[in-house]
């Protein structure tokens, strides 16, 4: 396995930014690399004459154009990736544009489910903003970015927790934030992607955790499995949704964390795919 490289970069106004964390490693047929960088900037660095189609287009204004979302999350992290590369040319990327790409945008004038049970329970001068037809909680279903060298087809198999469960050697291990927003210090909206290479397979989780406070929370997972030696990846997305009362009998420090929380709270959908990457 290579040594992380710590590479300086400079951004968009010419200031030398905190370097970039890359790692590229070698898993039997699989490269795998993920990156790690700085937050998008939250004003223009061109004056606001940015187009998109342009060589100097500012990575804010890139990713305004590309969403068209009446705001962007608090902090984004657009060129944080997991990238796994297959030899047959297969490839399942994991970036912070495509996860928000699937939030609901303002052309389709809708509000998330809980906007009015959020909107009674604060003061009507702080609901303003947070009340935009569009959805506020950044909720997304993403589920990663195969390319077309894998074909994906529903399956029955499951994902066997119990062989992740067994103790074994941790060859390379990551957790990589997309996106987050502190929802006007009223939750939280998380989208993270985590990998954890073993001996056996590599096993990811591509997760989106919404908290509103007093209101609801949420739980969009997508789970990837590949066991050593097989030609496919077992893939599992479920969405888990509750409101805060279904849950007021947990303690309060089980809202905040996701991995305990997820147990209690009911699941609303599943599916299950084969993503087969080498005929």
Same mark, same amino acid.
């Given at each position: 396995?290579?040594?992380?490289?710590?590479?300086?970069?400079?951004?968009?106004?010419?200031?030398?930014?905190?370097?970039?964390?890359?790692?590229?490693?070698?898993?039997?047929?699989?490269?795998?690399?993920?990156?790690?960088?700085?937050?998008?900037?939250?004003?223009?660095?061109?004056?606001?004459?940015?187009?998109?189609?342009?060589?100097?287009?500012?990575?804010?204004?890139?990713?305004?154009?590309?969403?068209?979302?009446?705001?962007?999350?608090?902090?984004?992290?657009?060129?944080?990736?997991?990238?796994?590369?297959?030899?047959?040319?297969?490839?399942?990327?994991?970036?912070?544009? =495509? &996860?928000?790409?699937?939030?609901?945008?303002?052309?389709?004038?809708?509000?998330? *489910?809980?906007?009015? /049970?959020? %909107?009674?329970?604060?003061?009507?001068?702080?609901?303003?903003?947070?009340?935009?037809?569009?959805?506020?909680?950044?909720?997304?279903?993403?589920?990663?970015?195969?390319?077309?060298?894998?074909?994906?087809?529903?399956?029955?198999?499951?994902?066997?927790?119990?062989?992740?469960?067994?103790?074994?050697?941790?060859?390379?291990?990551?957790?990589?934030?997309?996106?987050?927003?502190?929802?006007?210090?009223?939750?939280?909206?998380?989208?993270?992607?985590?990998?954890?290479?073993?001996?056996?397979?590599?096993?990811?989780?591509?997760?989106?955790?919404?908290?509103?406070?007093?209101?609801?929370?949420?739980?969009?997972?997508?789970?990837?499995?590949? =066991? &050593?030696?097989?030609?496919?990846?077992?893939?599992?997305?479920?969405?888990?949704? *509750?409101?805060?009362? /279904?849950? %007021?009998?947990?303690?309060?420090?089980?809202?905040?964390?996701?991995?305990?929380?997820?147990?209690?709270?009911?699941?609303?959908?599943?599916?299950?795919?084969?993503?087969?990457?080498?005929?």
């Amino acid at each position: 396995m290579s040594s992380p490289l710590m590479n300086s970069i400079v951004d968009d106004s010419g200031i030398p930014r905190l370097p970039v964390d890359t790692e590229t490693i070698k898993y039997n047929d699989w490269s795998i690399q993920y990156t790690k960088s700085h937050i998008l900037k939250s004003i223009c660095t061109n004056e606001n004459k940015c187009k998109l189609a342009e060589a100097d287009c500012c990575e804010l204004c890139f990713y305004n154009y590309s969403l068209e979302l009446p705001s962007l999350p608090d902090m984004v992290f657009p060129r944080n990736s997991l990238t796994l590369t297959h030899s047959s040319g297969a490839v399942l990327e994991f970036n912070a544009m =495509e &996860a928000l790409k699937r939030v609901v945008n303002g052309k389709l004038d809708i509000k998330v *489910a809980c906007a009015e /049970e959020w %909107k009674e329970t604060r003061p009507a001068e702080c609901t303003e903003v947070k009340t935009k037809p569009f959805d506020w909680t950044f909720s997304t279903d993403y589920q990663g970015s195969p390319n077309d060298k894998i074909k994906i087809e529903p399956t029955d198999l499951k994902i066997d927790i119990t062989k992740l469960m067994k103790r074994e050697a941790i060859i390379f291990y990551q957790d990589i934030t997309l996106f987050e927003d502190e929802l006007h210090d009223n939750g939280i909206a998380v989208c993270s992607v985590k990998i954890r290479v073993m001996p056996s397979g590599f096993f990811i989780l591509l997760r989106y955790f919404l908290r509103v406070d007093n209101v609801m929370v949420k739980i969009v997972d997508t789970r990837f499995h590949l =066991e &050593a030696g097989l030609k496919y990846i077992l893939k599992e997305f479920t969405f888990r949704e *509750a409101k805060v009362d /279904e849950l %007021k009998h947990l303690p309060p420090s089980l809202l905040i964390n996701p991995s305990e929380l997820e147990k209690h709270v009911p699941m609303k959908k599943q599916t299950r795919e084969k993503l087969t990457f080498c005929e």
